[in-house]
């Protein structure tokens, strides 16, 4: 049974007449009579009874023109289902880059707030640091990354400052400071430090030095690693404390406590710059209401930071 055949029958047996039948399907009568035929061929049933005066359905024809009507209306219903699809745009996944941080802390409740205005944006996230996000911007693999700002930024790139990211110390639960409400630079003097690696972290590196210098302390740097994941996890083990941006801490590990830094009044050496970028001169609606949402959002972001 095919469904022409199917739309030839419900249409006569919608009409009882051939003739109108075949004009509402914009065919031949002829050409109706002989898929109906088939039909009653296929199935091995009398769909209707004729006489020279009048049309009229058989028992069969009036189960199958019940049964007819629901399987046609299936059909069109799947047609227009995927005529819709193609007629609709394909969606696009915003692609975002953040560094580690900005992951935990700030992409959480901004694509909450993006998804609440536009529920069709669909992002994908790359966690990476910001000498790995920033030529993936260059090749068109990252529409906006949120980074560390370089020294010596590209001029292919655009950099937009969002907020400075304060300091907090990482401390096993075990260690005698974790209770404390404040830890100060003299607190941890003569603690084993556990610091990122300078190349790939430079940033996060110069934190913790430069932080020492002001105090005019020297630090007791103990072990290196490239991960703050992985950095955190040594804290957990007890082989040192580490100095890390406070948006760290929503990387929860079982055993590490975040305490703040308590700084010397307008110390700026704890904090560290986070901003937008993207490549210059590109369009993106996208883009721009992220943008958009950040600036709005923005304080509230900053308070958490």
Avoid at 17 to 23: I, M, N
Avoid at 138 to 158: H, T
Avoid at 239 to 246: E, Q
Avoid at 247 to 263: A, D, I, N
Wanted: charged share 30%; glycine share 6%.
């Amino acid at each position: 049974m095919e469904l022409h055949q199917l739309r030839c029958f419900v249409a006569a047996a919608e009409e009882l007449h051939f003739g109108r039948a075949a004009q509402r399907l914009q065919m031949l009568p002829s050409a109706l009579g002989r898929h109906i035929k088939l039909l009653e061929e296929d199935l091995g049933v009398r769909l209707f009874a004729r006489t020279t005066r009048a049309v009229s359905l058989t028992e069969d024809g009036a189960m199958l023109l019940r049964d007819g009507r629901a399987l046609l209306n299936r059909a069109q219903a799947i047609e227009d289902g995927f005529r819709g699809r193609l007629r609709k745009p394909s969606t696009r996944r915003f692609r975002i880059g953040a560094i580690d941080s900005a992951a935990a802390g700030l992409l959480p409740p901004l694509l909450r707030d993006l998804r609440a205005i536009n529920p069709e944006i669909a992002a994908q996230l790359l966690e990476e640091k910001t000498i790995r996000l920033l030529p993936k911007l260059l090749s068109g693999a990252l529409d906006l990354a949120f980074v560390r700002p370089p020294e010596r930024p590209d001029r292919r790139i655009e950099f937009v400052s969002l907020l400075q990211e304060t300091a907090v110390v990482a401390l096993s639960r075990r260690h005698p400071l974790a209770q404390r409400k404040l830890v100060s630079l003299p607190d941890i003097a003569d603690q084993p430090l556990i610091v990122p690696e300078r190349r790939s972290r430079p940033h996060s590196h110069e934190l913790t030095v430069k932080l020492f210098d002001e105090a005019g302390l020297t630090p007791r740097i103990q072990e290196i690693a490239d991960e703050k994941q992985t950095i955190v996890n040594m804290v957990a083990a007890r082989l040192g404390v580490a100095i890390v941006p406070r948006w760290t801490s929503r990387m929860t590990v079982s055993g590490v406590c975040f305490v703040p830094l308590r700084l010397k009044r307008g110390s700026s050496a704890g904090r560290l710059p986070l901003a937008a970028a993207w490549l210059k001169g590109s369009r993106d609606p996208i883009r721009d209401q992220v943008l958009a949402v950040l600036e709005a959002r923005l304080k509230a972001y900053a308070r958490e930071a």
